[in-house]
């Protein structure tokens, strides 16, 4: 039974699947093109038919912010890569060994090799939440949940991470000076130590919509969105830079390297544009969000690197899949996606997807960025698909949301971008 006669048989909410096509050589090329997989939402597709439309656009990784058995059972022998997470309210338990491990055994263990897992995420932009108890747990719970892996010999096809804000950055500009904020530099050594020995990669969430929608009278729209036609220059490396997102790029490497880390992969795990925003939000429009993410997934799909990294093909997750409808927050929250719930695309990136399915079955928690679902499911032993509260802070306008501290360093960075634009 193939799985679109599955989905009708077993789920009676659903109307009939429509029969889509994606003729997308453009998207196919991108070999290196990942996806975020929300679900704040209560219209979404069954996952099983989620599947045919990932496959079809050329994306071969995606990332949950939970562990949802229904997402990881329906992909089960598609090839497509997946990263899991475990939320910021369950670090203080799996640093717990024995807790740790059960939820490998619980989250993880059960869908390989059938469900290709290669990655857990352990919270979400923990550093820059301002909770000590919360930044405490942090590497402890990479720690116990990697220890979970080995002894269950699952560490050389499972590797740990967590994803930050870019507001762990103090200093931005130009990228050669990146330096990461003077407070967190003994934590984040020590997270990259971690890194180094178990071979996983830095991941940060980058935004540079959140620069322009800051600041839209100095930051030019075409430095943004990947157009501009002239570069700045790095007067202390020499290098050029023609797109911002190059640039918050190599701010992270340098900042690494700064710390004594040379040697170190960086990942984005997200980034991307709203196409719709509220009357304050500028530039959250359909034609700049297909400009951002269909320059970005050229970019990407010319396997080159950043101006720093030039021979290191950008490994890049963007946000989102779909829109979701349930996310609190500014218009914008709701409108990252790629596609709308019934599977058509929310604006032209060179596919033709002529839908999927028009009601849902989901609206579980696990969402994307900017969520503020909060989980209320059993501990993390018996946890399956769970949301976080720290998606409140992934595409928020950081300079509203976060505490001081890291609004100070927001300030920074976009400081640093109107700088760096206005050499161009």
């Not at 060994?97 to 059938?114: D, E, F, G, H, R």
């Not at 710390?259 to 034609?287: H, M, R």
Request: proline share 6%.
């Amino acid at each position: 039974m193939n799985c679109f006669s599955h989905l009708l048989r077993h789920s009676s909410t659903l109307s009939p699947l429509l029969l889509f096509s994606a003729a997308s050589l453009f998207f196919t090329a991108a070999s290196a093109f990942g996806i975020n997989y929300g679900q704040i939402a209560n219209n979404l597709p069954h996952p099983e038919a989620v599947v045919p439309l990932v496959k079809s656009i050329g994306v071969t990784r995606v990332k949950l912010y939970d562990a949802d058995p229904r997402v990881l059972k329906a992909f089960a022998n598609s090839g497509v890569e997946f990263i899991v997470g475990v939320g910021n309210e369950y670090l203080s338990k799996v640093r717990d060994p024995k807790q740790a491990q059960a939820w490998v055994k619980t989250n993880v263990q059960p869908y390989l090799p059938a469900t290709k897992i290669t990655c857990i995420t352990l919270g979400n932009e923990v550093l820059t939440l301002n909770d000590s108890a919360l930044s405490a747990d942090l590497l402890p719970a990479m720690e116990g949940i990697h220890s979970a892996l080995v002894s269950l010999n699952l560490d050389k096809q499972v590797t740990v991470t967590t994803s930050h804000n870019l507001a762990i950055l103090e200093v931005s500009y130009p990228p050669s000076a990146g330096a990461f904020r003077s407070d967190l530099k003994q934590k984040l050594a020590c997270i990259l130590d971690f890194h180094c020995k178990v071979g996983s990669p830095f991941s940060i969430n980058a935004y540079p919509y959140f620069a322009y929608k800051a600041n839209p009278k100095q930051v030019p729209l075409d430095f943004v969105l990947f157009e501009s036609r002239s570069a700045s220059v790095d007067q202390v490396s020499a290098l050029h830079y023609d797109n911002m997102f190059h640039a918050q790029i190599d701010a992270t490497y340098s900042a690494i390297e700064r710390l004594g880390y040379k040697n170190v992969c960086l990942q984005v795990s997200e980034t991307g544009w709203p196409s719709k925003g509220d009357a304050d939000e500028a530039g959250a429009t359909p034609e700049n969000a297909r400009k951002y993410n269909g320059n970005l997934i050229k970019l990407i799909s010319q396997k080159k690197g950043t101006p720093m990294r030039p021979n290191l093909d950008l490994d890049v997750h963007v946000f989102a899949l779909f829109n979701e409808n349930q996310k609190p927050g500014p218009t914008s929250e709701r409108n990252f996606g790629l596609f709308k719930p019934d599977g058509t695309p929310v604006y032209n990136l060179g596919f033709n997807a002529k839908g999927l399915l028009s009601t849902n079955t989901t609206g579980s928690g696990g969402g994307g960025s900017g969520s503020g679902a909060t989980s209320s499911g059993p501990p993390p032993a018996a946890v399956t698909g769970t949301s976080s509260d720290a998606y409140l802070s992934i595409t928020a306008d950081d300079a509203e949301r976060l505490p001081l501290q890291g609004a100070l360093s927001i300030l920074s960075v976009m400081v640093s971008a109107i700088i760096l634009v206005s050499q161009l």
